[in-house]
């Protein structure tokens, strides 16, 4: 069933011409370029404050979120009828079936993201994807309970999105959004968890063991594998969205060592919610070969707050750079909503400090900033998860591909958030669409 559905998978993100950048068919759209040599990539590692490929090169990660495809969150992938991913998947299980439910999933995720939006992604100039992805994405037996998790995974998923990123010569990060049981109670971890004092990860044994396992296979099956940027341990870790503190990173210390037990050498990303004073040194557990990631949202989503949204980054920049943390800085999260002059100004001062950057997100249902590209502007309906026949749900989720559903968001005065990405990314390498 897995290999038929990879193939499947596979041939979602192979089979469609490539599309003008606007999202709208063309006849005189070439097919999408085929591999090439000159888009391997080099290992990555960091020394000191910089990242640097294996010929010593110093490399800026800059980039974009694939959010909503290993996870989704129903603001902005266009489902209702359950609260999160696990429910979702609950759901499914309980109305079509466990293998039926794999389908949906392969055929959501096919549709969600295929080889156009690789291409999009090149195209803009930038050079990183993050990739959110769950426990469930690799250990889906794990949805019907925690007592069938931890005996085998799958990363089909995961290697079909490193290898195609590959193609266009983008390196992709893997992120655990959420780990076994979740680690933050939000619904962008796939479970919900109504009040913080239940979030009860960093003192459950099962669910902290079950993910330094998976990590340790995670690091066994990539850990040869450039095209992986890196490894970011948690997202955004602190329970509802709180602050981290030693239990949180005597937590992420266990995935890492599970990491470099295998042997691997990859640069592990930590994070904190939210401050440089959330997290510790590198020294005091002795980290190395790592990168300190940061979140940051203003809420300034309406005109007239530009000021107030760029000293709000301003603030949060200077006040992780004075800690003096010796890693490589990265904004992992971010917006600037849908105001053309605070995007521009945020990339700008991103980039006068020298900061790597994933932008959240490429994708959203809806005509919002949020996103690179906008789905579902034309009318179509929400999945139904507990009202839609499995034919519904399948008929709905085609109309997700940014190809023939698409559009790229764009600012008053007509210029486009993707437009702008492409001023302030990296530029290493012609992109020819």
Request: glycine share 10%; proline share 4%.
């Amino acid at each position: 069933m897995k290999k038929r559905l990879a193939c499947a998978l596979a041939l979602a993100l192979s089979a469609f011409p490539a599309l003008a950048l606007c999202g709208c068919e063309t006849e005189e759209s070439p097919p999408p370029p085929p591999p090439s040599e000159e888009h391997t990539l080099s290992f990555l590692s960091t020394e000191r404050t910089k990242i640097v490929t294996e010929e010593g090169e110093e490399i800026k990660l800059r980039g974009v979120n694939a959010g909503g495809l290993g996870v989704t969150e129903n603001w902005m992938c266009g489902f209702s009828g359950a609260r999160d991913f696990l429910n979702l998947s609950k759901t499914f299980i309980e109305r079509f079936g466990f293998d039926r439910t794999q389908d949906l999933w392969y055929n959501y995720r096919g549709s969600w993201w295929t080889e156009q939006d690789f291409i999009n992604c090149a195209a803009m100039g930038i050079n990183v994807i993050r990739l959110p992805f769950t426990y469930m994405n690799v250990d889906f037996a794990a949805v019907e309970g925690l007592e069938n998790a931890g005996k085998a995974y799958d990363f089909e998923f995961l290697d079909t999105f490193v290898d195609t990123a590959e193609k266009y010569g983008l390196y992709t990060i893997l992120d655990l959004h959420g780990a076994y049981g979740s680690q933050n109670g939000q619904d962008h971890s796939g479970e919900v968890i109504d009040q913080a004092a239940d979030v009860d990860f960093y003192s459950n044994e099962q669910k902290l063991s079950l993910t330094e396992k998976m990590w340790g296979a995670v690091a066994e099956h990539f850990k040869e594998n450039p095209a992986v940027a890196g490894y970011d341990l948690l997202n955004e870790p602190g329970e509802k969205a709180g602050n981290t503190s030693k239990p949180h990173f005597d937590a992420m210390d266990r995935f890492y060592k599970a990491i470099r037990a295998k042997g691997d050498r990859h640069i592990v990303i930590f994070e904190s919610c939210w401050g440089g004073g959330d997290i510790p040194a590198p020294s005091v557990y002795g980290w190395e070969n790592c990168m300190y990631s940061f979140h940051h949202y203003t809420n300034c989503s309406d005109t007239g707050r530009e000021e107030e949204h760029i000293a709000s980054f301003l603030e949060r920049v200077s006040e992780v750079e004075q800690r003096n943390f010796g890693v490589p800085l990265q904004m992992g999260e971010f917006t600037a909503y849908g105001i053309e002059r605070q995007w521009e100004d945020t990339l700008s001062l991103l980039n006068s400090h020298g900061w790597n950057w994933v932008s959240w997100t490429y994708k959203v249902w809806g005509e919002m900033g949020w996103g690179v590209y906008n789905i579902g502007v034309f009318g179509e309906e929400r999945v139904n998860a507990r009202e839609d026949s499995f034919e519904e749900i399948d008929s709905k989720l085609l109309q997700l591909r940014t190809e023939t559903d698409g559009r790229p968001f764009a600012f008053p005065s007509g210029n486009t958030l993707a437009a702008v990405i492409e001023k302030y990314s990296p530029h290493l390498k012609e992109v020819k669409v």
